[in-house]
C-alpha cells in the first residue's frame, strides 16, 4: 500500500508555543488529506478535511484560527497548533487519499501519528 | 446517539476462540463500510472493507446488514497478535469523510 508519513512522531512543548506537524504522501499524490486527533481510550475525531490548493474544510467545534492547515501541495499538508494548551494534548493522524484509480476512492493511508504533549 | 456505535468490550478470550463484533451506524446513505485494526499507541490499519453480500478473507469474516444499518466482524482461531482495538468505519459520502467507531478492544490470552 502507499505509504504516508508524519513528522515529528512526538512532541512536548510548554503552554503557548505553537506546534507545526507534516504529513506526507511518500509515494503518491494525496488529493486530499485529513486530520484526525485522538484522545486517550476514544476513537479518531475528524477535524478537518484537506484540498490541495484550496482551504480546509473544519468539522463543527474544531476551531480554524486554532489548527492552522495548509495544503501546499499534492504530497504534503501540514497542521499547526497554535498557543497549544494541555487539552490540546493528545494523538494527531493524518490520512491521506489518492486520485481514484490509484488508491481507490475510499481507501485512506494513514500517517503513523504525532503525539503531543503539552506542558 | 453516535453516529457509529460499537460495544467497547474488552473481549477476553482465549487463543483458538472465535469471537464476533459489532458494530451499528445510524446514516442509513452511507455508501461504504471497513473494519480497521488499531494497536496500543499507534495508526489504524486497515483491516478489510466490508461489502453487502459478505467477505471473507482468511480467518476474518465480515458482514454488512443495510436494512438493520449493522456491520459483523468475526475472528475464527484467535490468535495472540489478533489483540488489539478493531474500529467499525463508516464513509456516509462519497467525500472521503469517515466516521470511526469507539472501536471494540480484544485481548486474547494464551
Known amino acids: 500500500g502507499a505509504v504516508v508519513s508524519q513528522h515529528p512522531s512526538r512532541v512536548i512543548c510548554k503552554s503557548g508555543t505553537s506546534v507545526k506537524i507534516e504529513c506526507r504522501s511518500l509515494?503518491?499524490?494525496?488529493?486530499?488529506m485529513f486530520w484526525y486527533r485522538q484522545f486517550p481510550k476514544q476513537s479518531l475525531m475528524l477535524m478537518a478535511t484537506s484540498n490541495e490548493g484550496s482551504k480546509a474544510t473544519y468539522e463543527q467545534g474544531v476551531e480554524k484560527d486554532k489548527f492552522l492547515i495548509n495544503h501546499a501541495s499534492l504530497t504534503l499538508s501540514t497542521l499547526t497548533v497554535t498557543s497549544a494548551h494541555p487539552e490540546d494534548s493528545s494523538f494527531y493522524i493524518c490520512?491521506?487519499?489518492?486520485?481514484?484509480?490509484?488508491?481507490?476512492?475510499?481507501?485512506?493511508?494513514f500517517g503513523p501519528g504525532t503525539r503531543l504533549t503539552v506542558l | 446517539r453516535k453516529e457509529v456505535e460499537q460495544d467497547p468490550g474488552p473481549f477476553n478470550v482465549p487463543e483458538g476462540a472465535t469471537v464476533a463484533f459489532n458494530c451499528t451506524y445510524s446514516?442509513?446513505?452511507?455508501?461504504?463500510f471497513f473494519w480497521y485494526r488499531q494497536d496500543c499507541r499507534k495508526e489504524p490499519k486497515l483491516l478489510m472493507s466490508v461489502y453487502s453480500s459478505g467477505n471473507e478473507d482468511g480467518r476474518f469474516t465480515a458482514q454488512l446488514n443495510r436494512a438493520s444499518q449493522y456491520i459483523s466482524l468475526l475472528i475464527r482461531d484467535s490468535k495472540l497478535s489478533d489483540s488489539a482495538t478493531y474500529l467499525c468505519?463508516?464513509?456516509?459520502?462519497?467525500?472521503?469523510?469517515?466516521?470511526f467507531g469507539q472501536g471494540t478492544t480484544l485481548q486474547v490470552k494464551p
Open positions: 446514516n442509513s446513505a452511507s455508501q461504504s
Open positions: 509515494d503518491f499524490q494525496a488529493t486530499t
Open positions: 468505519v463508516v464513509n456516509p459520502s462519497n467525500t472521503g469523510k469517515l466516521i
Open positions: 490520512s491521506a487519499r489518492g486520485a481514484p484509480g490509484l488508491a481507490g476512492i475510499d481507501e485512506q493511508f
